[in-house]
């Protein structure tokens, strides 16, 4: 192990999804930031194959980037993805090949000090063990929804869950939740998501054995869960993995996640909001994985050309083809409508006024952290949960209700784009986001409970 004047060797292993990739190597960033830290970070051949590294200037002498095998260096389709087969083909593949990883840095001088592993890979846990390494796992989604899942596997909570029901549900540290508001793999279909017991309650079979817990999330935004996890595990917040020049400044120049499967346009989006007057314009993204049907894209295509509002709207190649034919004819110069966009970027400029978004964490944390409004659209996971706290908890947005189809219809968006950009309501909204972004910058400012939780992590690993 490293003595206390030398730099340890940290080893973090990400899941291959731009929603994981993205907070652990800003974590990466963070570690090496405080000068005492070596970075290697390791995930898929094939994520690698494909992915941009938008800011080479951070895969320097202290992050290094490695590979191992989820067994589809190929790729995985994504029929193949939301099945159990490639969790457990993951699981034997990778763990070979993580072994193998481990052993080539150790005869090359590079001997590792602790894995931080995401916790969507427990068996990460297991070989790290076996070479007698500390492990931390890293939660990439919030306490509240981890603790959920956590109750799932202690048969507390239990399968398949009506939300036609009227009970409520109670556990340690949430508020009180609907149905409705749990993860959607719980609900009556949850066995289209069979994978998903793989990835979110599995890994606490092991985690009891972990050195640390760490979680992309802020101790102020869920104090009471987070206090109520600490009594099993030794949990720390480290949130939100949000690139420094949009918190606390003191990475010069990390103004980027650095790593993209997506090219955004970057000149044409800003070139555009700069030239739009301050809140004056809806933000629309719905992330890197949700797909929205035909007769969704078109509601909310009809509802944004007939509000008297700018808007932006990000709509994926993959998803282009589901866009009315004529959307661009009458959207003229009142809506630009991207593949990709610099979200953060987007978010941060006056003149966004409200962010329609599906409610992923990542965006959840980045509005949060820029104090942004919300209007919520859900689509799977944890989502429905996240929007809980949007609307019930910080105040900071509103739910966009759906028909019996399950869809947003234009009228519901039109209503909740004026509630937020029109209403008093809406000003209530906006300045309890501003006092939100307050909370959350401060968590990474020298001193705040996430910057102070990274710092002794480090402190940890150099005395181990």
Known sequence: MASKQEKVHCLLVSYPTQGHINPMFQFCKRLESHHKVKVTFVTTRYFWKQAAITEPNYISDSIALETISDGYDEGAS???RSTKTYPQRFLQVGSLTLSNLLKKLLNNNLPVDCVVYDSFLPWVLDVA???GLPAAAFLTQPCFVNTIYFHLHQGILKLPINT?????ILLPGLPELEPSDLPSFLYLQYGMYSMFW???????NNIGKADWVLSNTVYELEPEVVDWMKKMWPVKTIGPTVPSMFLDKRIQDDQDYGISMFK???DLCMNWLHHKPKASVVYVSFGSLSNLNEDQIEEIALGLIQIPNYFLWVVRESEQSKLPKNIQEQVSDKGLIVTWCPQLKVLSHEAVG??????GWNSTLEALSLGVPMIGIPHWSDQTTNLKYIVDVWKVGLRALMDEKGIVRREMLRHCIKEVMESEKGKEMKKSATKWMNLVKGSMDEGGSSDKNTAEFITAILSK
């Open 264 to 266: 955004p346009n970057n």
């Open 129 to 131: 063990k076996n070479f």
């Open 198 to 204: 793989d990835l979110l309650v599995d890994p606490f």
């Open 354 to 359: 409200c962010f329609v978004t599906h409610c």
């Open 78 to 80: 994504p029929e193949l």
């Open 164 to 168: 036609k029901e009227s009970s409520k």
